[in-house]
């Protein structure tokens, strides 16, 4: 009984080790993901999925080693959690590395046209890009002002301005304007004083 515990909880790797794996492999993906490209979760394809999914099973061995103990993948999982974590606070107060890290926005659409050079090294399709916008705003690319890829995949669209839908103020400042008109009304057709 003792020995099935020992399997279940011994290392078999030193911590170290372990924990040097865990960040090697972390660096790694991230220097992949950041090379390869600004897609987001939401505009993933299929390739893209089969890719995250596969990736998990090549790193697999590379992090765990010849341990398969629970305790050695409590490492592991608190070793990458931990990492990224550390990542995410480092890149909230350092704009700087979050710039190298995670990259710049990049316009794409620029007066109603797309940026070609842009999309093709975006590795985004036309059709894809059309599909997104009218997804955001229910528009045409062609009514775009300006449109970017934000680094984290976030597509960010600008209306031109006679393509925006009306805003708060808009609004109250058109009632505004009708209940002025109803008040010029309603002086135009009351009769004047001592008129009968």
């Given amino acids: 009984m003792s020995e099935l515990w020992d399997d ?11 924990v040097l794996r865990t960040l090697m492999v972390y660096a790694l993906v991230l220097v992949l993901f950041r090379l390869t490209g600004k897609r987001g979760l939401a505009s993933l ?4 999925f089969a890719v995250i999914f596969l990736l998990s099973n090549v790193v697999q061995n590379a992090i765990i080693g010849a341990d398969l103990s629970v305790t050695g993948g409590v490492v592991g999982a608190v070793t990458l959690v931990a990492a990224n974590a550390a990542i995410n606070r480092w890149l909230a ?16 659409i620029e007066d109603g046209k ?7 090294r975006l590795g985004l399709r036309s059709d894809e890009l059309a599909d997104a916008v009218r997804k955001l705003t229910g528009s045409e690319v062609s009514s775009v002002a300006h449109s970017r890829m934000e680094p984290d995949g976030r597509l960010v669209v600008v209306l031109r301005q006679e393509q925006r839908n009306a805003t708060r103020s808009d609004i109250d400042e058109l009632e505004r304007r009708l209940v002025a008109i109803e008040g010029l009304l309603r002086a135009r057709t009351e009769p004047a004083d ?3």
């Fill in 8 to 18: 279940i909880f011994e290392l078999h790797i030193p911590v170290a080790e372990k």
């Fill in 194 to 196: 001592g008129e009968s």
């Fill in 45 to 48: 394809n299929a390739f893209d």
């Fill in 114 to 120: 797309p940026v070609q050079k842009a999309i093709r």
């Fill in 93 to 108: 107060v350092d704009e700087r590395a979050a710039r190298v890290i995670e990259g710049t926005s990049t316009t794409i």
